[in-house]
C-alpha cells in the first residue's frame, strides 16, 4: 500500500460529506424518489407535546429495583449475565492515550483506538447488566469507575468522525461539541446506566447521576437542540440530503437521551418532533420495496435502528405513534429475510460481509410489530444459533432482547428461504431453487449504479451459491482505513469491478459515480426460472468502446442451472475482453471449456474464452473471517474479440456434489 499523505488523510476525514462518486453516494434520492412525511405529518409540536409520557414516568423496562421482573429472567440467562460481570471485574480500564487517537492521522489506522475504546464501553454494559441480574452492589464500583472514565474522555466520537469539527484532523477540539454514531451511541449507554442503577448509583455517590446527566446535555442533547447541520440529520437545506445509516443510528441513541435525561419538558417535545422530521429525511431515500443499498449487515443498523426510534416512539407516546402498518416500514423489515441465503450467508452486494451473525431478538421484534411470521421465524432461529442472549451492542438493544426472550423461545424457528426476490428500487435480484429450502444452486444479482451507499463498483455482478455455500463469491470489504472512505477508495482491489463477477474490456474497468448505471433493466420469474436482464453499456467509460452489453442471468429451476449470457457489441476493436469469477476454492480446470469451483462446475466455450486463474492471499481479518487465508480470480479471456458476439457461461452443480 502506497503511503497517504496528510492530504489525503484530510479527504479521508471528510468522507461522510464526499461526493456522490465516493463512497456514500447519492442512493435512491437521486433518482427522484417521493418525499414522505410519515412519522411526522400528524404531529404537530403541540399535539406531541400532548402525547408524550413525562419524563419521571416513562419506564420502558424493569430497573434494577423491579426484582420480581429481573429475577423471572430464565435462571440460564441470568447466570450468564452475572458470569460476564464477574469477567470484568478488577484490573484497569483501557487506556485512550493521544497517540492512539493520532495513528488515524498518521498511518490511517482506525482499529487500535477503536478496539480500546469498545473495550471500556462493552466492560461497563457487562457490569451494569450483572448488577441488575444480582442486585447485590458488588459491581457498583466498577462501574462507577466505568462512569467516571467515560465521562473523563475528551471526545466521545472516533477518530475517522472528526472531520464533524471544523479541525478535521489530528487531536479532537473539546469546545466544539459535535455527535456522531459512537458519541451518540456512548450518551445513550450513560443514559440506560443511570436509568437502570438510579439510587443504587447514588449509594456511592450523587455525583456520578449528575456527572451523566451534564456531559450528555453539553456532548449531545444541547448540540443536537441548537444545530441543524450536522449532515445525518438532513435538516439543513444547504446541506447533504442523500442519507444512509447514520441517520436513524445517531436518531435511535438521541432519542433515548432525550426521553431519559432532558428535563425542560418543551426542548424535550421540540427534540423528539426534530429527531420525527429527520427520521423521515432518511426515509424519503427509500423505493417501496424497502430495499437497503448499504446490504445486510448495514441493515442493522439502517432499518434495525428504524425500529429502535420507532419502538422508543411508540412507547414514549404510549403507542399513539405508531407506523408498523404503514406498507414502507413494513417492506423495510422483510429486506431482511429477503438477503438471506443460508446458515450466517447473506447476499453481500455493497461494504456487506457475506457471513453475519444476524441479531435475531431485532429481527423477531420487528416481525412481531409488522404481524410477519417469516420474520419472527428468522430472528427466533438466529436468536437460537446464538445462544442466550446476554450480550448485545448496546444496553438499548440487549434490555429488550432479555424482556422478550420468553416470546422469542416460543416461537416455531427456521429461515424461511423465499425462492424468489426482486427489490426493483434498487435492482437486486434473488431466486433458489424451491421455497424453504437448500437445495440446488442460488443466484443473486445486481444492476442499479455505482454510487449506491458504501458503494462498490459492480454493476451487473452476481454470486452464485450451492447447497446454501458460497461457489462464486462477492468477496465483500476489508477492515475500514482512512483509504477506505477517501480519494483513493477505488484503489482497494475489493472495491474494483475487475475483482467482481463482471466483465473487463481491454483493461478498462467501471468508475464510481452515478451516472456509470444499468439501463434496460428487466425481471421476471415463474415455476421454471427467474432471470434478471440488464444493459451494461452505460456502467462502463466511453474508453470502453461499448456500444451495448446486454447480460443475461438465469437460474434454471428444472435444470439446477445458472446461466450468465453476455451478448455485446463494441463501437471500436479492444484487445482483449476477460470475464471475472471469484471463488474461495482453488479452481481446478477439468476437461475442455471446463473448470471446477468447489461444489459447481463451470462450463464455457473454450473456442473463444481461455481459462487462468490466480490466488489472493488475504491478510486482512475482516476478509478471513469470510474466506479464510485465500480467495482465487478465475477469468475467463478472449483476445482480438469480434466487435460483436456473445458468451455464454453455465454455473452446472454435479450431481455427486
Not at 7 to 22: D, F, N, Q, V, Y
Not at 129 to 154: H, K, M, P, Q, Y
Not at 166 to 188: K, Q, Y
Not at 254 to 277: F, P, S, Y
Request: charged content about 25%; some cysteine; glycine content about 8%.
Amino acid at each position: 500500500m502506497a503511503p497517504i499523505t496528510r492530504r489525503e488523510l484530510a479527504g479521508a476525514a471528510a468522507s461522510l460529506t464526499i461526493s456522490p462518486s465516493m463512497a456514500f453516494g447519492s442512493g435512491a434520492q437521486a433518482a427522484g424518489k417521493r418525499p414522505q412525511n410519515l412519522i411526522a405529518a400528524n404531529w404537530t409540536l403541540q399535539k406531541l407535546a400532548r402525547a408524550l409520557v413525562p419524563r419521571e414516568e416513562w419506564k420502558p423496562f424493569p430497573d434494577v429495583r423491579d426484582r420480581e421482573a429481573w429475577e423471572a429472567l430464565p435462571a440460564d440467562s441470568r447466570k450468564a449475565l452475572v458470569e460476564r460481570g464477574e469477567k470484568q471485574l478488577g484490573g484497569e480500564w483501557a487506556v485512550l492515550p493521544a497517540t492512539l487517537f493520532l495513528e488515524f492521522a498518521r498511518e490511517g489506522n482506525r482499529s487500535r483506538y477503536e478496539r480500546a475504546y469498545n473495550a471500556r464501553r462493552t466492560r461497563l454494559r457487562e457490569l451494569v447488566v450483572a448488577e441488575c441480574a444480582e442486585d447485590r452492589g458488588r459491581f457498583l464500583d466498577e462501574i462507577s469507575n466505568g462512569i467516571w472514565v467515560i465521562c473523563e474522555e475528551t471526545f466521545w466520537g472516533v477518530p475517522a468522525h472528526l472531520n464533524l469539527q471544523r479541525e478535521r484532523f489530528g487531536l479532537p477540539d473539546v469546545t466544539e461539541p459535535v455527535v456522531d454514531l459512537f458519541a451518540a451511541e456512548t450518551a445513550s449507554q450513560l443514559a440506560w446506566t443511570g436509568y437502570l442503577l438510579s439510587e443504587r448509583l447514588d449509594k456511592v455517590s450523587a455525583a456520578l447521576r449528575r456527572r451523566i446527566h451534564r456531559e450528555i446535555d453539553r456532548r449531545i442533547l444541547t448540540p443536537n437542540f441548537e444545530r441543524v447541520d450536522f449532515w445525518w440529520m438532513g435538516l439543513d437545506p444547504k446541506g447533504r440530503r442523500h442519507l444512509n445509516n447514520w441517520t436513524p443510528w445517531v436518531n435511535s441513541n438521541w432519542l433515548t437521551c432525550v426521553l431519559i435525561e432532558e428535563t425542560d419538558g418543551q426542548r424535550r417535545a421540540g427534540a423528539v418532533h426534530k429527531i420525527m422530521r429527520s427520521l423521515d429525511r432518511f426515509l424519503e431515500g427509500y423505493h417501496d420495496d424497502g430495499g437497503c443499498d448499504e446490504g445486510p449487515s448495514y441493515w442493522f443498523r439502517a432499518g434495525g435502528s428504524l425500529f429502535d426510534c420507532l419502538e422508543l416512539l411508540h412507547s414514549a407516546t404510549r403507542g399513539a405513534v405508531d407506523l408498523y402498518r404503514v406498507p414502507l416500514i413494513r417492506e423495510i423489515g422483510r429486506y431482511i429475510y429477503r438477503a438471506h441465503i443460508a446458515g450466517d450467508y447473506v447476499i453481500n452486494f455493497a461494504d456487506a460481509s457475506a457471513r453475519m451473525r444476524m441479531r435475531g431478538h431485532l429481527v423477531f421484534q420487528y416481525g412481531q410489530r409488522i404481524e410477519d411470521q417469516k420474520m419472527q421465524a428468522l430472528g427466533a432461529w438466529a436468536e437460537a444459533r446464538n445462544g442466550t442472549p446476554t450480550a448485545d451492542d448496546s444496553l438499548g438493544r440487549q434490555l429488550p432482547a432479555l424482556f422478550n426472550m420468553a416470546a422469542i423461545r416460543a416461537v416455531e424457528t427456521g429461515p424461511p428461504l423465499v425462492r424468489d426476490v426482486w427489490l426493483p428500487g434498487i435492482e437486486v435480484m434473488a431466486a433458489r431453487i424451491e421455497e424453504g429450502s437448500e437445495r440446488g444452486l442460488y443466484l443473486a444479482a445486481k444492476g442499479g449504479h455505482n454510487s449506491e451507499s458504501h458503494n462498490h463498483n459492480d454493476v451487473g455482478s452476481f454470486i452464485v451459491y450451492a447447497g446454501g455455500k458460497p461457489a462464486i463469491i462477492d468477496v465483500g470489504v476489508e477492515t475500514y482505513t482512512a483509504k477506505t472512505f477517501s480519494s483513493r477508495r477505488y484503489e482497494i482491489w475489493t472495491m474494483q469491478s475487475a475483482y467482481h463477477n463482471l466483465p473487463t474490456v481491454g483493461g478498462v474497468m467501471q468508475p464510481p459515480g452515478r451516472e456509470f448505471a444499468a439501463t434496460e433493466t428487466a425481471y421476471r420469474s415463474d415455476k421454471k426460472q427467474a432471470e434478471l436482464s440488464l444493459n451494461l453499456e452505460k456502467a462502463y467509460p466511453a474508453e470502453a468502446g461499448i456500444a451495448s452489453w446486454r447480460r443475461t442471468l438465469v437460474l434454471d429451476r428444472a435444470a439446477n442451472e445458472v446461466r450468465i449470457q453476455d451478448r455485446y457489441r463494441l463501437a471500436k476493436a479492444a484487445p482483449n475482453i476477460s470475464l471475472t469469477l471469484m471463488t474461495p476454492y482453488q479452481p481446478a480446470a477439468g476437461a475442455a471449456g471446463e473448470v471446477v469451483l468447489g461444489p459447481v462446475k463451470v462450463l464455457y466455450d473454450h473456442r473463444t474464452l481461455s481459462y487462468s486463474s490466480e490466488e489472493i492471499r488475504i491478510e486482512d481479518a475482516r476478509l478471513r473471517s469470510s474466506w479464510g487465508e485465500r480467495v482465487y480470480r478465475v477469468l475467463l479471456k478472449a483476445d482480438k474479440p469480434a466487435l460483436e458476439g456473445a458468451f455464454t457461461v453455465r454455473v452446472v452443480q454435479p450431481a455427486t456434489a
